[in-house]
């Protein structure tokens, strides 16, 4: 077979195996908006994970401490020698119930038995009624806490989702205004560059010392140098974008939501710290927490008070032995009447219940402290937010005025009436009111999303968040 052939056979087993087994496209998209990186993050971020899955095992958890009813069934066989010698065995179900209210019940039943063994029915119910009844019974305890955690995992899954959400908005914006100010810096290097070759050009003809030339060069560089480390730093930012989404790290996807312009209306200070207070999902876990706190108290002195419980109890057999048959009502029995007992060493009871005191006490100044954090929360984004406010104001009336500098100066150098160190004092002051303008919009933006969820609001229903 020639060469070539060969070679051609090769090829076409080559493209028939890479077409097997497809290489898996990048999903990593080229461009990313707000509203993806955070749809993003709520897949991938492994706090929201973390506290899905909690919350799925407190839902089983709840689910569990539901069921009050248990039914199982049993068959027993055994042999015996000697004086014993014969075998026996039986088929037996049982039924069991634990009330919310504390009554315990037992059903017990043995259809089939054989040898040794005898047929019958047992019943029995136990209700308290002086200690472990009613909310401080042990299943209406387990019930509560089950509820009580199902509670607190949804209000921490909010939390998280809350947090990344927070996370990935600021990562997102700082990162636009990182690639913001390449432009800025790129602009100033153009301004810088233009007044260098006019330098030089003005040099050339002897209309000005070469120390305007080495001036213009000298800020060219620098620019350069100060435009090198915004490019780097765009980078770092959109790497922190990419950790707090959760995946891509190391990629740089386009982004495309810019930072909105925003003239919301919020309540006054105070009116703002209550509405955070009566929102605050912290809040709301100290107080579940709280009244599970003040159910063990209960619970607690409950236990070191005597107990009197109702019993009732019914059990009937069957008389047949060996090979004989009877009925398994052949003897029957009932009994009821009233346990009593008191617990005469009270010592571990009694520092149960100082413990659960001082764990109620703790968690008291734990709730006061977090009312205080929040109402401190909701102040800073108020003073963030107006401070912003104020620099962009300030900042927006000396934008004008900067660039109106900047073309006087440009317009004197062309008419050799003065130095290029005023064309690049005037750049370098537009460049940072530009870049101050940027930063001052971020930190409005930014600290109106923070304003919003130290007030309770849920971040995934603003509109700049889902548009």
């Known amino acids: 077979m ?12 080559a493209i028939f195996m890479l077409s097997a087994f497809p290489v898996q496209a990048d999903v990593q998209p080229a461009k990313l ?5 955070v749809s993003l993050s709520l897949k991938s971020n492994p706090d929201i994970r973390r506290a899905e899955d909690a919350l799925v095992a407190s839902e089983s958890g709840l689910r569990i401490a539901g069921i009050n009813t248990g039914i199982s069934v049993g068959v027993g066989t055994s042999y015996g020698t000697g004086s014993d010698a014969g075998g026996s065995g039986s088929l037996s179900g049982k039924w ?3 009330g919310l209210g504390g009554m315990q019940s037992q059903v017990e039943v043995t259809p089939l038995a054989a040898g040794d063994d005898s047929g019958g029915i047992s019943f029995s119910v136990k209700q308290p009624i002086s200690r472990g009844k009613g909310a401080l019974s ?3 305890d387990a019930l509560a806490d089950a509820v009580s955690s199902r509670l607190i995992r949804e209000s921490q899954l909010f939390m998280a989702r809350q947090t990344a959400v927070s996370g990935v908005i600021d990562a997102y914006f700082n990162a636009v205004l990182a690639t913001e100010e390449i432009k800025v810096q790129e602009r100033a290097l153009a301004i810088a560059q ?7 050009k003005r040099a050339e003809a002897g209309l000005v010392a070469e120390i305007e030339v080495s001036r213009a060069e000298i800020r060219v560089a620098r620019t350069k140098d100060e435009l ?7 980078r770092t930012a959109t790497d922190k974008l990419m950790l707090a989404i959760g995946e891509g790290l190391g990629r740089s996807p386009e982004l495309t939501t810019a930072v909105p312009e925003i003239a919301e209306s919020f309540p006054d200070v105070d009116q703002a710290v209550r509405i955070a207070r009566d929102g605050s999902v912290q809040l709301k876990i100290y ?3 709280l009244q599970d706190n003040r159910r063990d108290l209960d619970i607690s002195a409950d236990k070191l008070k005597p107990s009197l419980d109702a019993v009732v109890s019914y059990k009937s057999g069957d008389s047949g032995t060996g090979s004989s048959i009877g009925s398994i009502f052949d003897d029957t029995a009932l009994t009821a009447g009233l346990q009593f007992s008191v617990p005469l060493d009270k010592r571990i009871l009694r520092e149960e ?7 109620l006490n703790l968690l008291k100044e734990l709730r006061s402290f977090e009312a205080d954090q929040v109402a401190g929360n909701v102040r800073a984004a108020y003073r963030a937010r107006e401070t912003a406010d104020n620099t962009l104001r300030i900042l927006g009336q000396n934008l004008e005025t900067a660039r109106e500098n900047l073309r006087l100066a440009q317009r004197m150098v062309e008419e050799g009436l003065s130095s290029n160190r005023d064309v690049l004092e005037a750049q370098e002051a537009l460049m940072t009111v530009e870049s101050g303008l940027l930063a001052a919009r971020l930190n409005f933006y930014l600290a109106g999303i923070n304003l919003r969820k130290a007030m309770g609001e849920d971040l995934l229903k603003l509109k700049t968040v889902l548009q």
Do not use: H, M, W
Request: glycine share 6%; hydrophobic share 35%.
């Open 228 to 234: 090198n480390r915004k490019v780097q730093g765009a």
């Open 353 to 359: 219940k100082d413990g659960t005191a001082r764990d």
């Open 96 to 98: 069991e119930y634990n």
């Open 138 to 140: 042990t299943r209406a």
């Open 2 to 13: 020639p060469s070539a052939v060969r070679r051609e056979i090769f090829a076409v087993i």
């Open 194 to 200: 233009e007044a260098a070759d006019g330098a030089r």
């Open 287 to 289: 107080d579940q927490r």
């Open 33 to 37: 908006s707000l509203r993806e990186a």
